[in-house]
């Protein structure tokens, strides 16, 4: 699929915009703005330069990848993969405008993945190659952002190969998805994936600052409202500013508290898609502090996931999973525990259930912990492919038929509980196979008492079982 022209076949894509539209967005029988002028504060703060955009500095700093390529002035196809409001349109709009080829500024084309169709697409590189064949000096790269581009298909996405490589355009695409998962591995390799990130504190105070400058006056806001403002933000720059020009009429002589604020501004929910990236990364973190033995994050990350809407019943599945995991044998209530909290949530559902999850986490938490059950199954399986089918030693095997009896099967088998200490210490692995230890029980709740039985145990064999 990789290098073919989707685009110029006419049947690949129904084009969705239909033959009235640009970028879109429908240039027929739209009604007039009552105001043409207006302009929302987020897009007049866009920055203007590179050295403007917050919050990215690992990208944007000194040695940093896009420093570098502005250093050099060779840019090429990258990923912008971020949470929403973190600058990815705007930080592709100025590297069009700070990046030169032949001398001459990048020409910038800006689609969505959700409302281009092939017919659009086709004119844009058709255009690029002009672009690109014009002039004796030689003609102007074009830049393509295509925001959401996790949105095209996969065949869509080999679309793109053969204008990437032969460099009629330079690809940024921009995506909230996790590209290992959303994007193919063709394009992938044709692109360098950078990650934005969120907009911590304070980048989002920077932009409250420029923002303050542009309406002429700071916001009415108590500390503690401040504060609140830039929570509810949850790192978007663009809901920041969104949020502040809702308030910029507030009166100045009497500043509003955070009570008052949550009043005014809509509660903001958490950015959480429980079928996507965002679910796969909160239940790693609830895993590993129940791992790490924290009860007060563990109970934390439990909650995100039940506010964000996730299913308890997958939450309670990972949580007996983790009970024979990571605590195991050290405490074998965990499991028992674990399947009572699973059905007392299906038996009460929500809210009540929920807490039977919660005591599950806790418990879990504080738990002591030993994998030794996965370390050693894991092991014999190893041993298993290894050896492949040698059969079990005769002695342990059932004779229930006379042939079997005339060939030994079963024959000086040590029936255990005939012997004085309850233990015959015979041999119960294969012929020809050396004795292996695979379960190694650590010195941790329960399992220590594991250990002596075991140490008991091997001692007997010792005295009882001749050399093989």
Not at 200 to 212: I, N, Q
Not at 385 to 405: D, E
Request: with cysteine; aromatic share 8%; glycine share 8%.
């Amino acid at each position: 699929m990789a290098g073919r022209d989707l685009f110029a076949d006419q049947n690949f894509l129904a084009d969705r915009d239909g033959p009235d539209s640009v970028g879109g967005v429908s240039v027929g029988g739209v009604s007039p703005q009552p105001n043409p002028s207006y302009r929302p504060l987020a897009d007049r703060l866009r920055p203007q330069c590179l050295a403007d955009l917050v919050g990215q500095d690992h990208l944007l700093g000194e040695n940093a990848p896009l420093r570098l390529m502005q250093t050099r002035q060779q840019l090429s196809s990258l990923i912008f993969w971020g949470p929403p409001g973190c600058g990815k349109t705007t930080l592709a709009r100025l590297l069009a405008s700070e990046f030169t080829a032949n001398g001459k500024k990048m020409a910038f084309d800006s689609v969505s993945a959700i409302y281009t169709g092939v017919a659009e697409l086709r004119k844009i590189f058709e255009l690029a190659r002009a672009r690109r064949a014009g002039g004796r000096a030689g003609g102007q790269q074009t830049l393509l952002f295509i925001d959401e581009i996790h949105r095209f298909n996969r065949a869509q996405q080999d679309g793109f190969l053969p204008y990437v490589e032969d460099g009629t355009i330079i690809l940024v695409g921009a995506t909230t998805e996790n590209p290992s998962f959303e994007l193919n591995a063709a394009l992938l390799s044709r692109a360098t994936v950078l990650v934005l990130k969120r907009l911590d504190e304070a980048a989002l105070l920077s932009l409250k600052s420029r923002a303050e400058i542009e309406i002429g006056h700071e916001l009415p806001l108590t500390q503690d409202a401040v504060g609140l403002l830039l929570t509810l933000a949850d790192g978007d720059g663009r809901y920041l500013l969104n949020m502040i020009e809702q308030l910029q009429s507030l009166p100045p002589d009497a500043p509003l508290s955070s009570e008052n604020l949550l009043k005014l501004a809509q509660r903001r929910a958490p950015i959480y898609d429980k079928n996507r990236d965002e679910h796969y990364n909160l239940i790693s973190a609830l895993h590993k502090s129940l791992r790490g033995s924290d009860p007060d994050a563990a109970i934390y990350w439990l909650a995100r996931m039940l506010v964000g809407g996730d299913d308890p019943l997958y939450v309670a599945r990972r949580l007996t999973r983790f009970a024979s995991e990571d605590v195991g044998l050290a405490d074998p209530q965990a499991l028992p525990l674990a399947l009572a909290a699973w059905d007392a949530y299906e038996r009460l559902g929500s809210p009540e259930g929920e807490l039977a999850l919660a005591n599950l986490v806790l418990y879990l938490a504080t738990a002591p912990k030993s994998n030794a059950a996965y370390t050693a199954l894991k092991a014999a399986n190893a041993a298993a492919q290894r050896t492949g089918s040698l059969m079990p030693p005769l002695h342990i095997v059932n004779a229930p038929t006379r042939l079997m009896k005339d060939l030994n099967y079963g024959r000086d088998y040590q029936y255990d509980h005939d012997t004085p200490h309850g233990f015959s210490g015979q041999n119960y692995f294969p012929d020809g196979m050396a004795r292996e230890a695979f379960y190694q029980p650590v010195e941790r709740g329960f399992e220590r008492e594991i250990i002596k039985r075991l140490d008991y145990w091997q001692k007997l064999r010792g005295d009882v079982v001749p050399p093989r």
